[in-house]
């Protein structure tokens, strides 16, 4: 039985510092909350061009983490990771940004499903997806209760969408 509640605070402490960690550990940049947002079905990133990372968490708790960010961002944070120019980022091609996206959206979602389990939510992680493409948008799950934060990295944007059903 699970020792604590999962409050609104607790998920946005839990994905902040996740989030947080990750940007300063695999990028090696310092992120920013900027701000909660508004989950009415609408853009969370802005521009045309996307690439979202997901990873499910089951067990006592079930969801998924969407990481939505530009084209710009995935490219800037696989050239930090690998150490590579943006010319060498695009030459390796989409498996590449891929793999290191599916990678941040692990550790990610790692970070945030250790935060539950240690409240007594214990939960396994999913294998990350990818997907890329123009104006994505995440769909609400049924049942789910869904929350969204705005987070900048190297002046760049990234949003975690959460979408968690405790039953």
């Given at each position: 039985?699970?020792?604590?509640?999962?409050?609104?605070?607790?998920?946005?402490?839990?994905?902040?510092?996740a989030?947080?960690?990750?940007?300063?550990?695999?990028?090696?940049?310092?992120?920013?909350?900027?701000?909660?947002?508004?989950?009415?079905?609408?853009?969370?990133?802005?521009?045309?061009?996307?690439?979202?990372?997901?990873?499910g968490?089951?067990?006592d708790?079930n969801?998924?983490?969407?990481?939505?960010?530009?084209?710009?961002?995935?490219?800037?944070?696989?050239?930090?990771?690998?150490?590579?120019?943006?010319?060498?980022?695009?030459?390796?091609?989409?498996?590449?940004?891929?793999?290191?996206?599916?990678?941040?959206?692990?550790?990610?979602?790692?970070?945030?499903?250790?935060?539950?389990?240690?409240?007594?939510?214990p939960?396994?992680?999913?294998?990350?997806?990818?997907?890329?493409?123009?104006?994505?948008?995440?769909?609400?799950?049924?049942?789910?209760?869904?929350h969204?934060?705005?987070?900048?990295?190297?002046?760049?944007?990234?949003?975690?969408?959460?979408?968690?059903?405790?039953?």
């Amino acid at each position: 039985m699970a020792s604590q509640p999962i409050t609104d605070t607790l998920i946005h402490d839990a994905i902040r510092q996740a989030v947080l960690n990750v940007c300063h550990v695999l990028i090696r940049q310092d992120a920013r909350f900027v701000e909660r947002l508004a989950v009415d079905g609408g853009d969370v990133v802005p521009g045309s061009i996307q690439v979202m990372g997901n990873v499910g968490f089951v067990g006592d708790i079930n969801g998924l983490v969407y990481l939505c960010m530009g084209n710009e961002f995935a490219e800037y944070a696989v050239g930090e990771i690998l150490g590579m120019s943006p010319a060498e980022v695009a030459l390796e091609g989409p498996e590449t940004l891929n793999d290191a996206i599916g990678e941040v959206t692990n550790m990610t979602v790692g970070g945030f499903k250790n935060a539950l389990c240690n409240l007594g939510y214990p939960c396994k992680l999913t294998l990350p997806a990818i997907v890329r493409g123009h104006d994505l948008k995440v769909a609400a799950i049924k049942g789910a209760v869904r929350h969204a934060f705005r987070f900048e990295c190297s002046g760049r944007l990234l949003v975690a969408d959460i979408q968690i059903r405790t039953e």
